[in-house]
């Protein structure tokens, strides 16, 4: 027999670790129909019974407010798992208990796997497990997801329950509300049982219509005599309770809670002292010295990434690549008499193609690694929180900070955790800002460049353009706020967990989690744009292989768009080639350049590339190209998430319009008035 | 006495007396628990003077000071 799982949790609660420990490697990533959001699946395993294991997103209730509570919500009512598994944080019961609370209505069976026993342990309080599970009427199984306690036993509690609940043994259910809310729910259950029985469980039903859900309502389309009772009971119990209905539900649910505290948790008595984190938090969010150090942590951050380490791992991998794979690869052809344009394919489209972006990934993956640290460990959380009042000013709250940091890194995860911003203006917002923010792979070009012209002033050459990616995004964040994106700001509403050290495996299992996409970026489509680019720059119009570039499709292509950058100082058909191929991938514009200029493939510090740059570029015409590469349209993979993270083509075709054009005039006023002030 | 929350200054302690407001916002306060009856101790303003940061239900949760001032509070002691 084979069965479904679903978890479900608060976000921190410990969900990933538990799903980590559960399925091991048997897990596999795909999006939820229709949305972007990530869907985690595996198999239980040491368990001989067909288990999957489903990861629902982190949510702290089912309200309708969010795409994650909607998809959760969604699939536990229409796909029905056997069971959900509820993982609570046991350090922090009270506000985890919420959505408990909410789940149990949901007529399927729960456990709650009461999770991070050793530290609410540690902390010397203590839960009457027993108890606990009397007056939630449900099973509750203490773990530690992280040192691997109490996993056995959830899933063969869980197994046990699915098996019982498939012969028909439900477990007893609970009121949580009062008597006189509860009479009323009684009352509108026998009208609407007969016509929810499909679609939703009745009690659950009930619930949301009296709040008023808008959701439940379009779907089960009460008659209007039912609906006429549904507001009139609302109606009486408003008036009753001083209040709106939603948080009379609200508040009823936390009385509940309340009460089960109260019987089954025991705390140590505080003694008033400041915990560790509450010490750290001290000095980290201090008046004064918080955005210094936040500014710190920043700077130590980027220069270990694109400092030395990065650089390093860079050449290694890029010799390896490059010279050691290519070298042997060609000698293989040649032994094996393949065509020349064989040869060509492989070695100079997708060993070149491929190289161009492998050499940055171990680059990215550390700077995922100290995001990860970042995020496990309380702070980054906490940088929304300083950050706030500013993103404020452009319309934005302190949660869209997280994206645009990561942005620095990759704009392919960072469009994807846009997805925790509740409002849809904000979300649209934070995605075409984003990409605005310097991703690492436009750092080779400004490499380059830099180093050809700026020589003895490439690091704030180079940090220059991260600044200017951050003034435009500010500007058009107002800008955009103030014409399309007019309104309301997102609230901001959020926790702030407390100070953890990360563990060594929770930040590679949160590095990889975010990483790989960019590896896969690497395998699938630049793989294919390798290809295209190569077939581009070897064959013209006729598709006869050509002896040089300039006659190549790329080459006429190139020639044709050459006017449109001739205002911004690079009029040069190389150029445009280059920038089109930066579509694909920004890393291909150092690459293109080296084929283009004849020297075949070269990497960013290459100094016959440089010496032929600068027979063409003026260090102000370097400086604007910098510019157009830094803000214009990014590369096809960031360009996919965008239409999936938009789900619109309109917004799609809008943000990279908007990008491009932004990209033109900035760059346009870089020259031109360069030019004014006589630099040029 | 009876005040609202975004009057209140670091190191107070409160107890919730009701939530005004409505829509969304006002939704996710108290999904995250900011009901009445609720004890509130005022942790800190974030450096730039907005939004604040209390425990609440054992637990740490920012929001900001408009919002507070929708959370009518009565003083425990100061
Ligand atoms: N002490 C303790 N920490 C845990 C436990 N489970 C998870 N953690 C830690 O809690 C943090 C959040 O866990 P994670 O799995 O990322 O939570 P998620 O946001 O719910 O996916 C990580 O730093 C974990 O190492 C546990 O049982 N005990």
Not at chain 1, 41 to 69: H, M, N, Q, T
Not at chain 1, 360 to 380: K, R
Not at chain 1, 452 to 479: D, H, K, P, T
Not at chain 1, 552 to 557: D, E, P
Request: a neutral charge; proline letters at 4%.
């Amino acid at each position: 027999m084979s069965f479904k799982f679903a978890l479900v949790g608060n976000p921190n609660c410990g969900k990933t670790t538990m799903f980590n420990e559960v399925t091991g490697s048997t897990q596999h990533v795909g999006n939820w129909p229709g949305v972007t959001v990530e869907k985690k699946e595996g198999k239980a395993r040491r368990f001989k019974e067909d288990i999957r294991v489903i990861d629902l997103p982190g949510i702290y209730s089912l309200s309708p407010y969010s795409l994650e509570e909607i998809i959760s919500r969604n699939y536990i009512l229409e796909e029905k798992p056997d069971v959900v598994i509820n993982i609570v944080d046991a350090t922090n019961i009270e506000r985890n208990l919420y959505l408990t609370t909410q789940l149990i209505e949901l007529g399927i069976p729960v456990v709650v796997a009461l999770n991070m026993m050793d530290a609410l342990e540690s902390r010397g309080d203590q839960i009457d497990i027993p108890r606990l599970e009397k007056q939630l009427g449900v099973p509750v199984i203490p773990t530690s997801a992280n040192k691997a306690q109490g996993t056995k036993e959830l899933i063969e509690k869980s197994l046990q329950v699915a098996q019982s609940a498939a012969t028909g043994q439900l477990g007893e259910s609970i009121t949580i509300f009062d008597e006189q809310i509860k009479k009323s729910l009684d009352e509108l259950l026998s009208f609407i049982t007969p016509q929810c029985n499909q679609v939703y469980p009745p009690r659950f039903a009930t619930v949301k219509l009296l709040e008023g859900d808008e959701i439940v309502i379009a779907k089960l389309q009460p008659n209007s005599a039912f609906m006429a009772l549904i507001t009139t009971t609302r109606g009486r119990l408003e008036q009753e309770y001083d209040n709106d209905m939603e948080t009379i539900v609200a508040d009823q649910r936390y009385q509940f809670i309340s009460k089960v505290i109260s019987k089954s948790v025991k705390k140590k008595l505080s003694v008033g002292g400041l915990t560790v984190s509450d010490k750290i938090d001290k000095i980290l969010t201090h008046r004064i010295l918080a955005i210094p150090l936040f500014l710190l942590v920043m700077y130590v951050v980027f220069t270990i990434t694109f400092g030395f380490i990065g650089t390093f791992t860079i050449d290694y991998i890029d010799h390896l690549i490059n010279v050691t794979l290519a070298d042997a690869v060609t000698t293989l052809l040649h032994s094996a008499g393949a065509a020349e344009w064989l040869d060509s394919l492989i070695v100079g489209g997708i060993i070149a193609g491929l190289g161009s972006i492998l050499v940055f990934v171990p680059q990215i993956m550390i700077l995922f690694f100290f995001l990860a640290i970042l995020e496990d460990s309380g702070y980054m959380s906490r940088a929304a929180f300083m950050m706030d009042r500013l993103l404020r000013k452009i319309g934005l709250s302190g949660k869209s900070f997280i994206p645009m940091i990561m942005g620095i890194g990759c704009s392919v995860p960072a469009i994807m955790a846009t997805r925790t911003l509740e409002n849809e203006k904000d979300r649209r917002l934070t995605i075409i800002l984003t990409p605005f923010m310097s991703c690492g792979a436009r750092l080779p070009v400004y490499a380059l460049f830099a180093a050809a012209f700026f020589a003895n002033a490439q690091s704030l050459v180079i940090f220059s353009l991260y600044i200017l990616g951050m003034v435009v995004a500010i500007l058009s964040g107002i800008l955009l706020r103030k014409t399309l994106f007019k309104g309301e700001a997102e609230a901001f509403v959020m926790e702030l967990p407390p100070y953890r050290i990360p563990t060594i495996k929770g930040l590679m299992i949160h590095m990889w989690d975010k990483g790989k996409g960019f590896i896969k970026k690497a395998g699938t489509v630049i793989f294919a744009a390798s290809v295209i680019i190569w077939f581009g720059q070897t064959f013209d119009f006729s598709l006869h292989m050509v002896e040089e570039v300039s006659d190549s499709i790329f080459g006429s292509v190139g020639a044709f768009i050459a006017p449109f950058f001739a205002p911004l100082g690079f009029g040069d058909w190389r150029s445009s080639v280059a920038l089109l191929t930066g579509f694909v991938a920004k890393e291909a514009v150092v690459a293109t350049m080296g084929i283009l200029n004849n020297l075949g493939e070269v990497g960013e510090g290459s100094v016959e590339l440089m010496a032929s740059l600068q027979t063409y570029f003026t260090p102000l015409k370097a400086y604007a190209f910098m510019t157009f590469t830094l803000l214009y349209m990014p590369c096809i993979a960031a360009f996919a998430a965008i239409k999936r993270e938009m789900n619109s083509w309109k917004w799609t075709l809008f943000t990279v319009g908007y990008q491009t054009g932004t990209a033109w005039i900035v760059s346009f006023i870089v020259y031109q008035g360069g030019k004014l002030l006589g630099l040029g | 006495m009876e005040t609202t929350l975004n009057e209140c200054r670091p190191g107070d302690k409160v107890v919730i007396v009701r939530v005004s407001g409505e829509g969304p916002v006002k939704r996710r306060l108290m999904d995250m628990g900011v009901t009445r009856g609720a004890e509130i101790l005022v942790r800190k303003v974030a450096p730039m003077g907005d939004p604040i940061e209390v425990n609440i239900r054992g637990y740490e949760l920012t929001f900001r000071k408009a919002d507070a001032g929708n959370i009518i509070i009565q003083k425990l002691e100061s």
